[in-house]
């Protein structure tokens, strides 16, 4: 009798979660897929052949000869989008490499800080993460604008004469993304640095290796993993990011989550908007599969 | 460890800290400026939260967002601590590879293609969009937060406590709840606040998914931001910051105090 419980309970444990992703996650991706292979029409859905499950097996046959790969080929052959998924890749790979150079000092800074203010330094880190991603972005255009509280910062102290073009430029979109995913790359540097056995480094020191170089061949080669993960927690939402690029972005900021966006709301053409989110989840499929990898073998190793 | 805290690190500590700070906190301090202009200062005034309480469409929005933030949250919760579960003690099942791929794979997953797969989720099921279809949404791509912070308290847990459980006659069903529960609710309570944070922030997948009648606030301020920088705004941010650090403060206190307790606790056990 136990055992039978057990059973049904275990069952129902994977089960439940399991089909939720299954019907939530899985099922509407295979959806996007077929769309990205329709055409587009005046219509609601705006899309045509659309698979009509009642018409049994013919009819789907039917729907499936009418599928074309037109709309893959339109984004090879217009450059615009070539254009927008080169400069998403290039954005979200200096805006990472910057995220890494502000946010490992403060990773560092807060795994040697005394243990008595540790906890306090990384509430302090995860606060801003709390708050809303699109108030922190929005705080931005007042500190960026031409008008705004940087120029006159700068005008005041001398530093310059007329006021610097920032908002409205892939400079912004740097900054947005910099600041916004900060403690995304801090937190699993900060728990790799913080786990890390410095009589190391001491033993290194003592035997005159320059804390410099002790820096270098010890602390960071440790650090690798958090590095690592959290590299990818900034690069992979980065080259789909939105809102980032939409509100400090100006006309040159191509990025695809915005193509995608516009190519959606504005022109209403769901099939090739679908294609192009095929194309970007292609683009990130190593990344993210790279990613999953690390945060299961982190996982296994923690137990 | 040998905790030398040196200037360096001071040094590095206050420009991160300022980094991060400085915006968020000239934002609120903004909002209580009597010009229109958010950029120069004119005197103190509180008449922009005056005036976005007056704001019926602001309002609405706001109930909004905190009826799909409960109600996604809380599902969320129950989801994701099942899916940790799963992960954590179910080492071998079929299919394991691919559910383990669709845990970690929304934590990192642009929220355009989330958003937009969704939709056409539901436009090919023929569910008419609104309240509910952001709330299914934010179910699907909070649960899996949950279910992260959930397994990373699940791997340290000390298993012979359920086996004890287990041994004196307690169904899987009542151990769980009075063993496994009880160790894990702080994680699980952290779980729920996630959800019901990342609930509250969401623009682009409540964007997708929502339809006439379910606008939720970040999707208003997004459109009023749009038409440009205005000390209304302002407000509403500072009143949302306000609630989520008043929260996250009560949580950390909480959960230090548990600390001290158990901390007191186990000296007490010592000495007798």
Redesign the interface.
Known sequence: M?KL??SV??R???S???L???I??????I??FK?SLSQVTMAI?PYTPTIDIWAGWQGFINSISQFSWDNYVFLGSDPLYVKAYISSVIIAGISTFLTLL??Y??A???A????TVR?T?L??????F???????V??????L?P???LN?FLIWANVIDTPLNILNTNTAVLIGIV?SY??FLVLPIYSTLEKM???LV?AAEDLGCPPITAFWKITFPLSLPGVVAGC??VF??A?????IPD?LGGSETLMI?KT??NE?SANRD?PL??AV?VV??AL?VV???L??RS??KA?ES?? | MNTTWSRFNIVSLVIGFAFLYLPIVLLVVFSFNESRLVTVWAGFSTKWYVSLFNNKSFIDAAWVTIRVGLISATVATILGTLGALALTRYTRFRGRMLFSAMIYAPLVMPEVITGLSLLLLFVAIGFDRGIWTVTLAHITFTMCFVAVVVQSRLVTFDRSLEEAAMDLGATPVTTFFKVTLPVILPAVVSGWMLAFTLSLDDLVISSFTSGPGATTLPMRIYSQVRLGVTPEINAACTILIAIVAVGVVIASVANKRREVQKARDEQAAARH
């Open positions: 136990q419980i057990a309970v275990s129902l444990v994977i439940v979660p399991y939720w992703m299954l939530f996650f899985l099922i509407p991706f959806i996007v769309i859905p502000v946010g000092p403060i560092y800074g807060m040697r800080a005394p243990a906890s330094l509430m302090l880190v995860i606060l801003p709390w708050t809303s991603f699109l108030i922190r929005y705080a931005w255009i007042g500190i604008k008008e705004g509280l006159q600041y900060l403690p056995d410095y009589s001491e990818f927690l992979i939402p080259v789909g990011e939105f809102v509100l989550g995608l966006w959606f769901w908007s679908s989110a970007l989840l990130l990344p993210i599969v990613f999953q945060e299961a996982q923690e137990k």
